[in-house]
Each structure stands twice: as C-alpha cells, then as structure tokens.
DNA sequence: CACACCGAGCTAATCGTTTCGCTGTATTTT
DNA sequence: AAAATACAGCGAAACGATTAGCTCGGTGTG
C-alpha cells in the first residue's frame, strides 16, 4: 500500500504537506499543491481512514443493533439507516441480536471496541446494558428506537403503541365487535404491553373486556403468530375480530385464515399495529396503522449526529410519533347473529 | 478512555507484558498476570481495536454492497451475512447501491478507504470497479454474487438464471399454456438477462415463441412490475400464463391481478423465479423457484473468508447454485377454448 | 569456576496519519 | 535600518496498540 510518506518523498516535500494538501488544512502554494497532488495521483494514493480515525479518535462508524433482521420492519430501518449515515458520512455496521440479551452485550461491546461514533440500538429489553455513557458523560452516545427501556441516559425515539392499539380497536369496535381477541408480543417489551394495553383499554372504555382465551401473547414471529392463530380461531368461541400487534404476525394470522378456510372479512375482522412493505398484493387488503420508519430512522440519526457532532451534552430527549390509521378490507361490521 | 499504557502504569509493568498478557501471546508469570488483569479490570481496560488494527494491518471488517436494500432479497442477505460474518469473528459494514453504479463506486471506495478485509459485492454491472484485486494480486478480496460482470480476477457466487426460468417456463409449458408472457428485469444484469433467456429457450424448445407485446423488461421493482403487468394484462390479447422474473415484481402482478379483477389460477397462471419470504398468506400461493440465499451467502463468506484468512492466491472460484421449483397454486392447465 | 543457555520482562521501533510548534525568509511597519 | 509581522513549509511528537530484540539474573554443564 501506498502510504503518505512515499506520497511525501515523491514530492520531495513533508508528511505535513502533504496532509495540508488533502485536508486543505493548511495554506500551500499553488505549485507544490500541483506538485503534492500529481503525486498522489501518481502512486494512487488514498489515504488511510483507520489510521486517520486513531489520530482524530472517532471512526466514520455508527452501529445499528436490531432485534431482529428477519423481521421486514427492520430491514426497512436498516434500508434507511444506511442512506441516512452515508448522508452524514458515516457508514453503518449492522448487528442483529435476534431478541437476545446476550447477542446483543456482545454488539455492543464490538461497537465499542470498533470506536463507532455513535450507536443505534432496537433494545431487547434489558436496562443495564445501554449504560455506555456513565456517569461522567463519557462513552458512545447511543439513540434508542422503539422500545423503552429503564435509562434516562439516552436518547429515544419511540412509537406511541397504546394510542395505535386503541386507534386499532376502537375502529373493531365502531363497527360493532365486541369478542375481540388479541395477539400480541413479549410483554416485557413496551412495544408487546403497551399495545395489548391499548387494546385492553379501549375496550374498558367501553365497559367491555376480551374473554381470557382470545387474549395471546407471544413472539413478534410469523410463525408463532401463525400456530397461535390456528389454535385460536378453529375453537367455536373464536372471536369475531381480532388485533394482531405487529406485520409479521398479522401474515401468520392471514395464512391460518387461509388455512382454516375462514375467509376474511366475512367471518372474522384482522386489524393490525404495522405492517410489511409491499404486500399490497395480500387479498384482503389489511386494515392497519402504518409506522413512519423512515421518518423515525431518520430522526433517530440526527439526534444521534447531533450528539456525536456538537458533542452535545443536553439531557437526552425523547421523541414519540404517532401511526396512522390506514382502511384496507380485512374488516367488516359485525353481522347480527354471529355474536 | 484507558489505554494500554495506564494499564501498564497500575501494575507497574511494561505495556508489553500488558500486550501479552490480554493475547496471551508469551508467557507471564502467574503472579504478574494476576496483577495485570487485577489492573484491566480495575481500570475496566478494554483494547482499542482502531490501534490494534492500524498495526496489525486488518479491520475485522467485511463489506457488504448490495444493488437493492429495499429488496426483501437483499434484505435476507444482509441477515444471512450478518450471522456468518459474526460468526467468523468480524462486523458487517452494510452499503446500498441502489443500482446505480455511482453509488457503487463510493461504497467501494469507502470499503477501501475502511480497510475492510473483505468485500461481499452484489454488482451494478459495471465490470471496472471491481478491479481492486489488482494485476499484482493486491487490493480487497473480493466476492461477486448474484450476478455475473467481466471480471475473471473475483470468486463468483451465482445461481443458475437460465435454468430457473426455463424450469418455470416448462412448467408452465407442461399444463398446456403456449401465450406464455414475461415480465423481467434489466437485461443489462445477468439476472435479467439469463432469465429471459432460459424462458424464451424453453419456448423455443416446444417451437413456440412469445408475442412481442407479451415480452416485457423493466426494473426488479414492485411497482415497475406493477404497472407493467397492468397495461400488458388489461388487453384482451393477454397471454395466458406468465412468468415474472423475481419476487418483488411478482408480488407487483399479483397486486395487478388483484385490482383487475383478474382470478388467479382461472384466468391467468403466474409463476415467478424467487420469492419473497413470510408471505405464505397471500393466495394462492405462489408457483416459483427457491433460492437458497442463507446457502448461497454462507458460501460466499465462506469463500471471502478463506482468500483472508489463507491468504489464498488460487485462481478464481465460481460457485453456482441450483434453483427448487416450489409448486403454488398460482398456475392451473391450460383451458381449452380460452386460447 | 567459567561458560553457555534460558526464562521473564523491558525498551523502543513501528503501523499511517495529524498537528503543534519551529525555522528561515519575505514583507511591512516605525 | 531595525524591528515586527506574516508566510510556507518542515520536524517530530503524538494516537494506542504489537513485537523484535535486548537485558539481566539464575541454572546447568564440562
């Protein structure tokens, strides 16, 4: 490799010029600018970013940990979060910690050692882990996405999952369901209790509340969501809607349906918090509160860059969006006498 | 931050004893080490790989440059390489080129000026760029998949296109149907291009061909698919079966199909090479190859791997995988009359 | 008893940059 | 004309680790 001393002896002039040259730290007179650049022109030479980022102590580097890349949400961050810090200049090492603690301590501790600038992390739930900046402020600043977790030392960027949930339910309810079953996630997550709240709550405010069978609660998984689902709704008593808390599970809930032959929204109403990109070809089309992704991911990283750039040392803020409600065709007013 | 000399200062030993000590890369007397690691975890010592790599000459990084992140392909890729890279001991650094070869440039650029170890490449198209492994054997190693360029000097992971879409085609062939249409991607890529290649040579085989208006080519996008299979099928001399050349487009002409009102198997077969993953829930199910993407990626890594690790000169490698035809039920025999 | 040998740890050079502070010259100010 | 200021560029010390080579006692051998 070609480094800035041979850069430097080519041009017969000093290592200092030389970075002046690339830098434009520094004045240099036109002609031994002329002179520097045929140089490095000449030997192709680039300059080295890890021995760059050990003299100017950051590393271009920003960490994302998601909790699960199977999963299409957050492929889709990980879609914007790479055109996001490549915007700001940074690139993006990805992590998955597949909903596990411990994958995801050994994340960051790679993302310590790795010196990234900054790290955005979809935690899995345990609090002690985010405690990179201690006390005395040190450490990665680190933007937490999506979930709450016990640390007030950190940025987050959140969604609010009890009003999409209520949002959700109260729509099953105006169109007259009142056996409204669930399907939600872990609970230990706020994105799994706070929407099976939310749906809890919006039927009390009705003076109603879900029999104990139709209320389940599992992993944010296709699968299991499916295996639920067809256990659920092939018992007589099955519910005439159901809330499904996120887009993974809602397609499990969909293939059971079409397993069981149930068709949708005839004999049952599917109404979801999230969804996947670019089903739009799934017949019903799902009734559903769309998440801003890109908007959070985008947020996230300009806190994040905010952070890292102006080494601002504010107390962390916390941004909350709202969903949007969208109509697709997979609800439909409750017919008398299937109650 | 601590580093190794403060390290050395608390045990009052060498930063070389300290060095060993945490590689264990000479022998420490018990009781010395003892009083070193007492000083690590005391200070809460941890490493600097920035430092560590600028002399070791290595970033325990590998490049990934993939053409679509949007893609839920690619976005499986990402999974896939993500848990192989991790598992080999590095950190994924991830890149969208969006298609566009400018984008390419910088992300191999950025790859190079990281110092990646290695480079997983998902190519635009443009053979110049991958030239980084250089006449003398140096620059990055790297690793093409999914496409093939002109570049005899990279390991090629790839999956038999032609032999997909002439197994689809035949398939199609066998129920009956002989106005087959197509809808594939830019025939600038391999994938493109071998697609509509094995179809039209399966057609070719049986002494049929396509109609001109029946044969289209645009972009891997779901809604280029879309609008394509939209104006192609609203005719009424639209083909009776049709082959889409991957999973996003086919999920466009199943939208398509949807808003047309167009049943499908009934009306019109559809049958696709690759899919998207976790939609089981649309119907009917989908006709189409599987590709083994995890398989594909692990060996690709694991062929990255080997040129780092080993250092190995040998020639060039490419590795091709076969497609699975997977039956849906998106295709139905030909009716007679409907000619 | 002198010799070589060995084991345990240290010194210092090195990786490829950036940057502080210096030098020697040229220009301006008094 | 002397003093002050500015300018262009250089030398060398960092950044935080690894590692070749050295030192310095202690042991084993002839």
Redesign the interface.
């Given at each position: 490799?070609t480094t800035i001393k041979d850069v430097a002896k080519a041009a017969a002039v000093s290592t200092a010029t030389v970075s002046a040259v690339i830098n434009d730290s520094a004045y240099v007179s036109p002609p031994l600018r002329a002179r520097v650049q045929a140089a490095i022109d000449d030997l192709k030479y680039?300059?080295?970013?890890?021995?760059r980022?050990?003299k100017k102590g950051r590393?271009?580097?920003i960490g994302l940990v998601v909790a699960d890349?199977?999963n299409?949400f957050f492929?889709?961050m990980?879609?914007a979060a790479?055109?996001a810090v490549?915007a700001w200049g940074y690139?993006?090492?990805?992590?998955?910690s597949d909903e596990k603690p411990e994958n995801e301590r050994?994340a960051l501790?790679?993302i310590?050692?790795?010196?990234c600038d900054g790290a955005l992390v979809v935690p899995v739930g345990l609090p002690a882990h985010y405690a990179q900046r201690d006390a005395e402020g040190?450490g990665i600043p680190t933007v937490l996405f999506g979930r709450i977790v016990e640390d007030r030392r950190s940025d987050t960027v959140t969604i609010d999952n009890v009003a999409a949930a209520s949002q959700v339910t109260n729509y099953l309810l105006d169109l007259g369901h009142t056996r409204i079953g669930s399907i939600t996630g872990p609970l230990h997550l706020t994105t799994g209790r706070g929407r099976l709240d939310g749906m809890l709550q919006a039927m009390q405010q009705r003076g109603l509340a879900p029999e104990p069978g139709h209320v389940r609660a599992g992993e944010f998984r296709?699968d299991v969501a499916?295996s639920v689902a067809r256990e659920m709704l092939d018992r007589p008593d099955r519910p005439t809607a159901l809330y499904v808390a996120n887009g993974?599970m809602a397609?499990?809930?969909?293939?059971a349906?079409?397993d069981l032959s149930i068709p949708c929204p005839q004999e049952i109403s599917i109404a979801s918090t999230d969804t996947?990109?670019?089903?739009?070809?799934?017949?019903p089309r799902l009734t559903r509160t769309e998440h801003p992704i890109i908007e959070m991911t985008n947020e996230a990283l300009r806190l994040l860059v905010d952070r890292i750039q102006r080494g601002d040392n504010t107390p962390p803020r916390n941004v909350v969006f709202q969903p949007a409600l969208i109509l697709g065709e997979s609800c439909a007013p409750l017919r008398r006498g299937s109650v």
């Open positions: 490799m680039e300059p080295s970013q890890m021995a980022n050990l590393s271009q580097l890349l199977a299409p492929a889709r990980v879609w790479e055109a490549a690139s993006l090492v990805v992590f998955n050994k501790a790679r310590r050692a790795l010196s040190h296709e499916y993974v397609l499990g809930v969909m293939r349906l079409a996947i990109p670019g089903i739009g070809g799934l017949r």
